[in-house]
Structures are given as C-alpha cells and as structure tokens.
C-alpha cells in the first residue's frame, strides 16, 4: 500500500500496555510519546496494543492509528510469551517498538526496543523481597534477547548507552540515545499555594522528595540528611515524602520511626496530579538523591514548576540536571544537608535556580523525542529494503 506521496506505508506496531496513568514512568513515557508521535506520522498505520485499562484512559483518534486491545498485561511472564506472541504475529507488522524490555522472546521478525535503565539487574529488590531465583532467570533471557534482538535499542540517556555497552556489552553503534521530554511550564494561580498547604496540612516551608520508597532511591540519605538539618538550624522546614509507604523496605520504615525530625516527616502517599505541580512550584527545593537513574524525570517536572533542584551526582542525574541545579556526593547525607541550609537560607540562589531550570529544561522536549524515535524507525525500515 503507498501513501499519497507515493511512499510505501508501513504497519509499524506499538507495546502501549502501561499508557495508563497508574503505572508511573514508564506509563509517562507511552503517553507522551505516543502523544506527539501518532499526529507526526500520517505516512505509517500505526497498531497500537492496550489492555482494557489502557483503554479506558486512551484520548486520540486518527485514522491512520488502529487500537487492539489485549487481556495480555505488562510483565505477564507466561502470556506475554504465549498469546501476546500470536497477537502481535496476527498483525504482521513491518516494525514493533516495545517501549520496555518485555517482550516475547519467540518474536522474530524486525523490532526496536527502549531501555530505559538496568535497575532490575543492579537493585534486584521489590519490598522486603528478592526476586525468585527462577524469576530472574527469565527477566535475565527476556532482557539481554531484547538487546540481542533488537535492530535498534533507543536509550533515554547517554548514561543508559554507556551502562549498556559496560555492564551488558551491547554495541554502542546499535543505540540511538533519544532523551525525554519535561512537562510544559505552568502558570500557577494564587489560590495554588493554598491547595498545597492545605494538602499538606501545614503552611510551613518544606523539602520536596517525589519517588519510590526502595532504598536505592536515596530515601535513607535524605532522612539523615534532614535530621541534621534540623539539629543544626532549628528551622521550620517539613520533609515531604511523595510515593507509596507500603511499599517501603524495612529498614526504610524503621529509619522513619528512629528520626529525631520524625514529627517534621511528612508522608501523604502518592499526590493527586492537580497537586503535584504546585507541591513542586512552593517547596523550598526538591531533592532527587537516587544512587541510580538511567533518567531522573522528576528534575524536569521540577524545572517545568519552578522548583529548584538539589541531586545526586550519580549515573544520569548531572546529565538531565546540567547547570540548573545543585549535586551533592551520592549518600553523604552531611554534603546533602549544607546543600538544604543553602537553599533554605539563600531566597537569591532559589532564584538563580528556578532561572537556570528554566534554562536546562529547554534542551529536553516530547516533540523533539517523537521526532527522534520516528528516525529510528525510517532507519531500521530503509535498512528491510
């Protein structure tokens, strides 16, 4: 089939089975991708796999785009390799794009693959438990056949191609490092400041953290790091731990109980997303002190809101931060803690900041990520011909 231009159209595939909100990043990632994506390129039909729950939360309709909705959930490890397989050989398609490692491993024909990070192979923790050995034996053949496989892997950070090609080998010519985008910048509206204290239930300053509650995220560091703060300024300033507690390990939960700031210690679970942007626009700062992240998109959703930024000085973090924050020694909770006084004592380095956010945050956009993935795709099918 030739589109109006004369070129051949191409039936180019797509894993959205986490477009939904509640599956965090990588849902992020789906939406925004697809969203930018799908209007740039009329010159393909797009087939684009969802479960019900993706559905129900799916707001686009063009014609060149066709929905198939499966029963076959993300990292489902027997159907994904079973009837999700029969699914996607029922659509004969000329490209897959798996947004995530996941796929079926039996899938032969031509396929692009995202990689977002190598967490799963460096912090093999989920709660209190460690994956089943037999479970990460597959994730392991399920992950390194998606890098084997792959015509073309699109890597979210220079980062993520550098740990790929160190700790798994991969060729640095078969990725194509394609960064996210950050939300647009709001406006925000004077009743907002409101909304946020009273979400919080209090109207005294605070230090923003927005992640998973896994140890690796940092969590333990920034605790310490504010009990210093604390001691050392008397200061009023709240901690504000966004995420979800149940999902907290052991040793996270007790160094929550054994904190001499534990009554400054605020958790209020996962924020709704009408107030998330303005917990981020009136935090004295947000800290993303993650030992590990083969992104860091909170930093961009902080620049977009106008927080200032303090991390980590790990993996890709300096990478998406650049000039428009401070970072601090990963886990020295002490460096971490001058960083909070600085900011808490010092309204024209917020300034600064915000400005510089502003700034660094223009490097990073979702058109520019469609556009680039688009790429990826003419380059794998021109190779077909």
Excluded at 114 to 136: E, R
Excluded at 257 to 276: M, R, T, W
Excluded at 335 to 345: T, V
């Amino acid at each position: 089939m030739t589109s109006i231009t004369g070129k051949s159209r191409h039936r180019i595939g797509i894993d959205a089975r986490m477009y939904r909100k509640a599956t965090g990043g990588l849902g992020r990632y789906t939406r925004e991708l697809l969203h930018h994506l799908l209007p740039l390129d009329t010159e393909n039909d797009y087939i684009i796999f969802l479960t019900e729950a993706d559905l129900a939360e799916w707001d686009m309709d063009y014609p060149h785009v066709r929905l198939v909705v499966t029963e076959v959930p993300h990292f489902s490890p027997i159907k994904e390799q079973t009837t999700f397989l029969k699914e996607l050989y029922a659509e004969k398609l000329d490209l897959m794009h798996f947004l995530n490692f996941n796929h079926p491993v039996l899938y032969n024909r031509p396929f692009v693959v995202t990689l977002h990070d190598l967490t799963m192979f460096l912090f093999p923790v989920h709660g209190n438990k460690k994956i089943h050995p037999l479970k990460k034996i597959g994730f392991n053949v399920v992950f390194r056949r998606a890098m084997k496989s792959a015509k073309k892997i699109v890597a979210i950070s220079e980062y993520t191609a550098f740990d790929a090609e160190k700790q798994l080998g991969v060729s640095h010519a078969k990725m194509e490092v394609v960064y996210e985008g950050g939300p647009e910048p709001l406006q925000f509206l004077p009743g907002s400041k409101d909304m946020a204290q009273k979400y919080l239930g209090t109207r005294d300053p605070y230090f923003l953290f927005v992640s998973q509650w896994r140890p690796h995220k940092g969590i333990l560091t920034i605790i310490e790091a504010f009990n210093q703060f604390k001691q050392q300024t008397g200061l009023p300033h709240k901690l504000v731990l966004v995420g979800n507690p149940e999902a907290a390990t052991d040793e996270v939960r007790d160094s929550l109980v054994k904190a001499s700031a534990a009554s400054d210690i605020i958790a209020p679970g996962f924020a709704p997303e009408e107030v998330l942007p303005a917990l981020f626009h009136y935090s004295t700062c947000f800290i993303m002190p993650s030992e590990y992240e083969g992104f860091g998109l909170p930093v961009l959703e902080a620049f977009a809101y106008g927080a200032p930024v303090i991390a980590a000085d790990n993996s890709s973090l300096p990478e998406v931060t650049g000039q428009g924050g401070l970072l601090f020694p990963t886990r020295d909770a002490h460096a971490l803690c001058e960083q909070m006084k600085r900011l808490a004592l010092e309204p024209r380095l917020r300034e600064e900041l915000v400005r510089r956010g502003d700034e660094q945050l223009q490097k990073f956009s979702w058109e520019r990520c469609a556009k680039q993935t688009r790429s990826v795709y003419q380059a794998v099918l021109e190779k077909r011909r």
